[in-house]
């Protein structure tokens, strides 16, 4: 009796398995097919599946999972292609979406491609027996793979890029160095090229001449017995001096013009003058030819501020030349009418 329970425990079991076996799979027009058929590769899964609904009429459905590179940063894509036709026995007669003819075997152990697929590019021949639970699983075990590269190589493309930003910074700063370096030395000279020698030597020469008028005014009024004739040659006389005293007036537009384009220079150097010190500073410790440069950045700051400082000193020595020489033609002048006040001519 005992030996006869075990007997039917075995065969209990071996129709277990055997059912385990054909889990997977479908009995269709007398073939066994899988619930699906899988092809893995490291950075690809493809996934196809075989429905039947009618005898003559069938469908492939290839589920394509590929990586791709998008700026060194591989990306997960999938693409699904769908392939109609007939099946007869394990033989698949096929066509794909755009026409071309494909012929396949399907058994429940594998699906192979006799001719390449029309899309989705180089599919494997075979692919082997599986079921869309396993496939599943192994496209989430990619996908993790895939994602976790994916994000550090997002990390390497970030710290590649931004010690690339901060190369091309520093050399656009080492560069706006020395440009500012050659700006201040050339507006230092454009500054320093502005000076006063027209209109100072205007103001002594017209205080000059009003003297000069003044003592032939003076020639004339000492006379004991004036004539009309010499009367009239004093007032044309000071009429000149007051020529002369205008003209000097007139020179001041152009000291307020050399001023204004001076003040202009001056408030370009002293930008790039501090702009050169905090741009100088940021980088000397790691800038090429240091020791050049800094020899450079010391001339062009001394070039500036010698100019501003002298051009200061020369705006200041005009003014108090101009007022000097403005006091002198109206004392001068007013003496002049003074003297033609005080003789009557006969």
Do not use: C
């Amino acid at each position: 009796m005992g030996k006869r329970k075990n007997r039917v425990f075995i065969v209990i079991a071996l129709i277990v398995l055997a059912a385990a076996g054909f889990a997977g799979s479908r009995l269709l027009g007398g073939v066994s097919v899988a619930e699906g058929y899988v092809h893995e590769e490291e950075n690809r899964i493809i996934f196809a599946k075989v429905v039947i609904p009618y005898a003559d009429q069938t469908r492939v459905e290839v589920v394509d999972n590929f990586v791709e590179t998008q700026d060194s940063i591989p990306v997960l894509k999938s693409e699904t292609y769908n392939y109609t036709g007939t099946m007869d026995g394990e033989k698949l007669t096929l066509q794909s979406q755009s026409g071309g003819a494909m012929e396949a075997t399907v058994s429940a152990g594998e699906l192979v491609f006799q001719s390449p697929l029309q899309e989705g590019g180089q599919v494997p021949a075979k692919l082997l027996a599986s079921t869309p639970v396993q496939y599943q699983k192994q496209l989430e075990t990619m996908t993790n793979r895939i994602n976790e590269q994916a994000e550090v190589k997002k990390k390497e493309v970030a710290e590649k890029q931004a010690k690339e930003k901060e190369r091309v910074e520093f050399a656009k700063k080492v560069e706006k160095t020395d440009r500012l370096a050659a700006d201040l030395v050339e507006n230092a000279q454009y500054l320093t090229d502005l000076q006063f020698p027209d209109e100072a030597a205007v103001y002594q020469s017209h205080v000059s001449e009003l003297q000069g008028l003044l003592d032939e005014i003076k020639l004339y009024a000492g006379q004991p017995a004036l004539q009309m004739t010499e009367y009239e040659v004093m007032k044309e006389t000071a009429g000149a001096m007051k020529v002369l005293v205008d003209g000097m007036s007139s020179m001041n537009d152009s000291i307020q013009d050399k001023k204004k384009r001076m003040a202009d220079i001056t408030g370009v150097l002293e930008t790039d003058l501090t702009d050169i010190k905090a741009t100088w500073e940021e980088i000397k410790a790691k800038a090429p030819k240091p020791e050049v440069r800094q020899k450079a950045v010391d001339a062009a700051v001394k070039a500036a501020q010698e100019a501003i400082e002298q051009a200061k000193k020369r705006i200041s020595s005009i003014e108090a030349e101009r007022d000097t020489a403005s006091q002198k033609a109206d004392k001068l002048y007013g003496e002049a009418n003074a003297f033609l006040s005080k003789v009557k001519p006969k």
